[in-house]
């Protein structure tokens, strides 16, 4: 097994336990045009930028041109931001456990998601996470979204690691093969996606929680 010295973390869906949420925001929107979205339809685009959730969305419903994908990401989006900006923001099991795994045992630590700037900062720093990260990557500051791998290629770069040396924490379809074409080990952590073959195939293991994770590094990276 290669020597890990770095791990890249997803932020919705790996940190925050945001894509079920995002998924009830974008049914109710669409319950709003006589319209639905189911859990498996939401999961299958979670993980893109915004073109490319929308993208993948005029796919599912068949290029419907009664539903405009640009202005209904623009509604449920606001109204996603106002409920999360207005409480708490739900954490996923074991983050802070590895995050002090990783601290006492010399890992560098950076983020890699998909959500611009402005809005991943924020919620970052409002759950006391950011301090805790060596460097960061956001969706606004790449020209290629996931499934490209330019985030985490950027993000191993910021903390002076190769790909090899890195492992990267995902959930998603797209962020899975985005570490596989950069060269990154990766880790599934599920959330809302159930592992597709080809999920299966480019993870090295899939774990329910991020402790799970810590005890995966205790067992192969020593």
């Known amino acids: ?20 949420i995002s998924a009830e925001f974008w049914d109710k929107t669409m319950r709003k045009y006589g319209y639905t979205m189911d859990v498996k339809t939401y999961a299958n685009v979670m993980g893109r930028d915004r073109a490319g ?19 209904l990401s623009t509604e449920k989006t606001a109204d996603m931001v106002e409920a999360l900006d207005s409480g708490r923001i739900p954490v996923k099991e074991g983050v802070f456990e590895i995050i002090d795994y990783l601290e006492k045992n010399g890992y560098k630590k950076a983020v890699a998601t998909s959500t611009r700037k402005s809005r991943a900062k924020k919620r970052l720093e409002k759950e006391h996470i950011y301090e805790h990260m060596d460097a960061f990557m956001y969706g606004d500051e790449v020209k290629e979204s996931k499934p490209n791998p330019e985030i985490f290629l950027k993000a191993a770069e910021k903390i002076n690691l190769k790909p090899e040396e890195c492992l990267v924490i995902e959930d998603s379809p797209a962020g899975i093969e985005a570490a596989r074409a950069g060269g990154f080990l990766c880790i599934n952590v599920v959330d809302l996606k159930e592992p597709t073959d080809e999920m299966i195939a480019h993870s090295l293991a899939r774990y329910n929680s991020l402790l799970e994770v810590i005890d995966w590094l205790e067992e192969n990276n020593k």
């Open 53 to 71: 959730v929308i993208a993948g969305l005029e796919e599912a419903y068949n290029y419907d041109p009664k539903l405009d994908f640009g202005a």
């Open 1 to 20: 097994m290669r020597k890990i010295k770095g791990v890249i973390f997803d932020v919705d869906g790996v940190i925050f336990d945001t894509e079920r």
